[in-house]
């Protein structure tokens, strides 16, 4: 089924990227001035509706169809999509979020952290990358989809850009709201979300490669609460035999201070033999073949936290705290909080089983505070996913692509626990450095990779509007 698609589709390649601008109140706007006009509108988890209000204004002005999903603060949510969303059409979903985190001590900012400011080629502000810059890279790719294919008919596919409320805050109100109460209607075919940049300096035998990972599975996330009450005569003169302050420090330290056993399951295990291949001598060896130098490569591993956080569940005691603050007085109630990441195939009764195990105290009664549903990782063989990879090649030739999980868990997740296909990429060439700075001080997006970001995904619609079994 090609043919209708073909001449809109190669007419848009002739306009050259550079020149796409996006409508506002009269005025044509380049990607990265209406990037900085989003980041001018406030809006920390729980207060989205002024910016979700002006992004819906840009999307109405741009031809797309709206649907609301909620319109109040925490629970502001839109689609805007090339077809109406009653056309009934499969729909590819760029998701992402309108919320940002706080920004701290805005003293610490080089620019006011809502001021959007261009400076040095870079757009800088809160949200800048997280989330708002991708968001308006998606948004330009999915207007670019409503002008190239204005006039096609029977097209296989709707695309829609999906901006959600509190991602950041995994509040009712936002994409669990929206799969709740709207899946059948947005009819998801797949869903693309936040995801990684590409990246230089992953490969140490080649630092000037560029990685890029499209996501299929994320770790998610379980938090536990633990209490433990020992009735104490209270004054501090006198030690007890046993008090909760000391009885949790000693069933924690159990905790903390094992180390998480590694569990290679079949995507860390793709994972680590995919960068086998990119590195050389020993170290390509030992990635290629995990299992068998298992003994010799994981101490190694577990140096990178951030790379030995996909091979292991992680337990991360992030509060301790006691009834009272006095120094004399024996508290007779602790409370500890821990954040704890499972992967994919953990069995919950199982970690937990194993948890309560190292804990070594029955009289701590342990609460799950939150949790995510568990879901399957999205397959890497599918026409979605080796359409985002043609396409990041396509725009970047000299790139290592690969499948990839992430340690961290977002609204994709809400999707991917339906049994949608999800796949997270930012397709645009970042450093580093520039990483650093995602939800801390001086957020910044430099604005010269943003073309490339769109361009890739014009090419990821374009392939899968062409192509239907
Ligand atoms: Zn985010």
Redesign the pocket.
């Known amino acids: 089924m090609i043919k209708a698609f073909i001449i809109p589709l190669l007419f848009s390649q002739l306009c050259l990227a550079q020149e796409f601008t996006i409508k506002l109140n009269r005025k044509e706007y380049k990607i990265h001035e209406i990037l900085s006009q989003y980041i001018q509108i406030e809006s920390i988890s729980g207060n989205e509706k002024n910016a979700g209000e002006w992004i819906k204004e840009l999307c109405l002005q741009n031809g797309l169809h709206v649907t609301q999903m909620g319109s109040e603060n925490g629970n502001f949510n839109l689609a805007a999509s090339i077809r109406p969303l009653d056309s009934g059409l499969p729909n590819i979903i760029f998701l992402n979020?309108i919320d940002v985190v706080p920004v701290g001590d805005s003293v610490q900012w080089q620019y006011k952290p809502f001021s959007g400011r261009i400076e040095a080629g870079e757009v800088w502000g809160r949200g800048a990358f997280?989330?708002k810059g991708a968001a308006i890279v998606q948004l330009a790719s999915v207007i670019q989809a409503g002008k190239t294919f204005k006039k096609s008919e029977n097209l296989p596919y709707n695309i829609t850009f999906l901006a959600v409320s509190c991602?950041?805050t995994q509040c009712s109100g936002g994409a669990k709201y929206v799969a709740d109460y709207y899946l059948k209607q947005l009819n998801p075919a797949v869903v693309i979300g936040?995801g990684p940049p590409g990246l230089k300096g992953i490969v140490d035998t080649d630092t000037s490669l560029s990685l890029f990972g499209i996501s299929i599975a994320h770790k998610r996330a379980f938090w536990l609460k633990l209490e433990l009450e020992v009735p104490t005569a209270g004054h501090g003169s006198t030690t007890p035999l046993s008090y909760s302050n000391r009885d949790m420090v000693i069933a924690l330290n159990n905790v903390v201070s094992h180390e998480q056993p590694v569990e290679f399951t079949p995507i860390n295990t793709h994972l680590l033999k995919d960068l086998g291949k990119l590195e050389k001598g020993i170290k390509a060896m030992a990635l290629k073949h995990p299992h068998a130098y298992q003994g010799a490569l994981v101490p190694k591993l577990r140096e990178h936290p951030e790379v030995f956080s996909l091979l292991s569940n992680t337990i991360t005691l992030t509060s301790i705290h006691s009834e009272t603050d006095i120094i004399n007085l024996i508290p007779g109630k602790t409370t500890a909080l821990l954040d704890c990441r499972l992967l994919p195939n953990t069995n919950r009764e199982d970690f937990l089983a194993y948890f309560k195990k190292q804990l070594n105290n029955d009289s701590i009664h342990v609460s799950v505070l939150y949790e995510m549903p568990p879901m399957h990782p999205s397959s890497d063989t599918t026409k979605f996913y080796k359409a985002m990879r043609d396409a990041i090649q396509y725009v970047y030739p000299e790139a290592a692509i690969m499948p990839i999980i992430m340690p961290n868990f977002?609204d994709v997740g809400v999707f991917r626990s339906k049994g949608i296909d999800c796949y997270s990429s930012f397709p645009i060439q970042l450093d580093l450095e520039h990483m650093k700075h995602i939800h801390n001080y001086n957020e910044s997006l430099p604005i010269a990779p943003l073309m490339n970001g769109k361009l890739t995904y014009d090419k990821f619609i374009g392939s899968l509007m062409l192509y239907k079994e």
Do not use: C, Q, R, S
């Open positions: 979020h997280d989330n991602e950041e936040e977002n």
